[in-house]
């Protein structure tokens, strides 16, 4: 397992690629150009927060839908650009990626109804070669102010997923 290591304000998140152990299969690099298959990227930044909603105005004022943490959680919101290079169909799945710390995976949320004009949370969408999707996933998690996560992917697509940590400016 190779992993990269990604620092955020008050925030350290790690994003991994599971890399098979058989040692016949050759690395992208190795390959000749006409063996190499496609792959996913997956460029990806987090925010964490404690509570998350959204607030519209009305004619009664500005109104709002907000959901909490429980108690010693935050939710962490892992803002995904996907790309599809090369692979015939992809199946993105929010159901595939896991946030793990500790040995302890933790599955995303499903609370789009709450926070949708806020945030676009990514939901199971089929990515031909070529396509892109942006959105977010999000993880109810233990709360602390250096919080590491390993973002994986835990799908068996036959594509290879390159989960790439960035910054967002």
């Known amino acids: 397992?190779?992993?990269?290591?990604?620092?955020?304000?008050?925030i350290c998140l790690s994003g991994c690629l599971d890399q098979s152990e058989d040692k016949s299969t050759k690395t992208a690099?190795?390959?000749?150009?006409?063996?190499?298959?496609?792959?996913?990227?997956?460029?990806?930044?987090?925010t964490i927060e404690k509570?998350?909603?959204?607030?519209?105005?009305?004619?009664?004022?500005p109104r709002g839908e907000y959901v909490t943490a429980q108690a010693g959680r935050a939710y962490l919101i892992i803002h995904m650009d996907i790309e599809n290079n090369g692979c015939p169909r992809f199946v993105f799945d929010p159901n595939h990626y896991v946030a793990v710390k500790d040995g302890v995976e933790y599955a995303p949320l499903n609370i789009?109804?709450?926070?949708?004009?806020?945030?676009?949370?990514?939901?199971?969408?089929?990515?031909?070669?070529?396509?892109?999707?942006?959105?977010c996933l999000i993880f109810e998690v233990p709360y602390s102010e250096q919080i590491a996560y390993t973002i994986e992917y835990i799908g068996l697509d036959e594509c290879k997923v390159i989960i790439n940590p960035t910054t967002k400016g």
């Not at 397992?1 to 008050?10: D, P, Q, T, W, Y």
């Not at 789009?112 to 070669?129: E, S």
């Open 112 to 135: 789009t109804r709450v926070i949708q004009p806020r945030l676009a949370i990514l939901d199971r969408v089929t990515l031909r070669d070529a396509g892109k999707i942006s959105g």
């Open 1 to 10: 397992m190779s992993c990269v290591l990604l620092v955020f304000a008050g």
């Open 51 to 61: 509570v998350i909603g959204t607030e519209v105005d009305t004619a009664l004022g």
């Open 29 to 46: 690099t190795e390959q000749p150009m006409e063996e190499q298959s496609g792959y996913i990227l997956i460029n990806s930044s987090a």
